[in-house]
């Protein structure tokens, strides 16, 4: 996908950066010419970018520093990537408060938190594009049901952000189903089968074929998309 875009320059930021979607995304960023800085909790040594912080998004209060100190080191922000996410399995009626809560902190807080702070460096440095990772499970419910909710929160915040900000920050959205990476690795055999069983592609997305959409959506093919959140399902 790089060589078929204008070429990019300037600092993106993945959040999530050490899972499969989060890595692929860095890839197709790098390829296009971003100068990515990985965000995660795992080790540095775990962690193959030379640009990399570790962070735990649910510690909110330490978020606007984060990005402060990469424009220091790295120079103002020109891509954020809110692909962190925090999924518990646990069956909805015995979900413990402290999963709850932790479930919409990392993706619903920390996103909006981000998105804001990655947004006056973006306005200040002249632009800038926000992408927010959803889930199918936001437009269509979950047996996840804290998950499916805190997605929901992420596809409403793209619609209001891309109002917020613009016209100097677009704010967009992916919204995949089965991804056979990451999180989609855990899912039980139930909740796996039930969605190859509705999908007409019958198999799961690559982590690059999400990625590249991410790809497509901060490029300047896509100069006129804003507040969309677009769906990577396989026609589900």
Not at 31 to 39: C, L, Q, W
Not at 177 to 199: D, H, K, W, Y
Request: charge should be negative.
């Amino acid at each position: 996908m790089a060589g078929t875009l204008a070429r990019a320059a300037g600092i993106a930021v993945v959040t999530g950066s050490a899972g499969g979607i989060g890595s692929a995304i860095c890839d197709v960023l790098a390829e296009a010419g971003y100068r990515v800085v990985g965000v995660d909790r795992v080790e540095p040594d775990v962690q193959s970018l030379p640009d990399y912080r570790q962070a735990d998004l649910s510690e909110l209060e330490a978020l606007p520093s984060l990005l402060a100190a990469i424009r220091d080191d790295c120079g103002p922000l020109a891509v954020l990537v809110n692909n962190a996410a925090h999924l518990d399995q646990t069956p909805f009626a015995e979900l413990d408060p402290a999963s709850m809560v932790r479930t919409l902190t990392v993706n619903v807080a920390a996103v909006a938190i981000l998105a804001r702070e990655a947004a006056s460096q973006m306005i200040a440095g002249g632009g800038g594009v926000i992408v927010n990772v959803a889930s199918i499970a936001g437009k269509r419910g979950s047996s996840q049901a804290l998950y499916g909710a805190s997605k929901a929160g992420a596809i409403s915040l793209t619609k209001t952000l891309a109002r917020l900000y613009a016209p100097n920050v677009r704010v967009v959205g992916v919204a995949p189903a089965l991804v056979e990476a990451g999180m989609g690795t855990q899912l039980s055999p139930e909740v796996r089968g039930a969605f190859l069983a509705q999908t007409p592609m019958a198999r799961g997305a690559t982590a690059r074929e999400v990625a590249n959409v991410v790809g497509f959506l901060v490029s300047p093919a896509a100069s006129y998309v804003s507040g969309e959140t677009v769906d990577v399902h396989g026609g589900l």
